[in-house]
Nanobody, 117 residues
Framework: QVHLVESGGGLVQAGGSLRLSCAVS????????MGWFRQAPGKEREFVAS????????SYADSVKGRFTISRENAKNTVYLQMNSLKPEDTAVYYC??????????WGQGTQVTVSS
């Protein structure tokens, strides 16, 4: 089990940038895959990006490729989501998640990102 705490959300104009952070604690999370998901009002939660902690391999949703970058910092036990060229449709609550198998079974509380046009 790992504990996840997100931060860094806020209000930004279209075209701007934000960096989300996810502080990770718990046992042996180095074996985990870390993910970022988002949920907009009235929509289902969707995958944004993931990173395999041990080797750093990444995956992105098509909607954010080239604009968002996921990374991790071992010394700080933190996962980041750098979001550039933000669009109003990126507005959502963003969640950090972790999995050691197939299913993401550890979730943070979420952080709101609002992009104004």
């Amino acid at each position: 089990q790992v504990h996840l705490v997100e931060s860094g959300g806020g209000l930004v104009q279209a075209g701007g940038s934000l960096r989300l952070s996810c502080a990770v604690s718990g046992r042996t999370f180095s074996r985990y895959v870390m993910g970022w998901f988002r949920q907009a009002p009235g929509k289902e939660r969707e995958f944004v990006a993931s990173i395999r902690w041990s080797e750093g391999s990444t995956s992105y949703a098509d909607s954010v490729k080239g604009r968002f970058t996921i990374s991790r910092e071992n010394a700080k036990n933190t996962v980041y989501l750098q979001m550039n060229s933000l669009k109003p449709e990126d507005t959502a609550v963003y969640y950090c998640a972790a999995r050691s198998s197939v299913i993401y079974d550890n979730w943070g509380q979420g952080t709101q990102v609002t992009v104004s046009s």
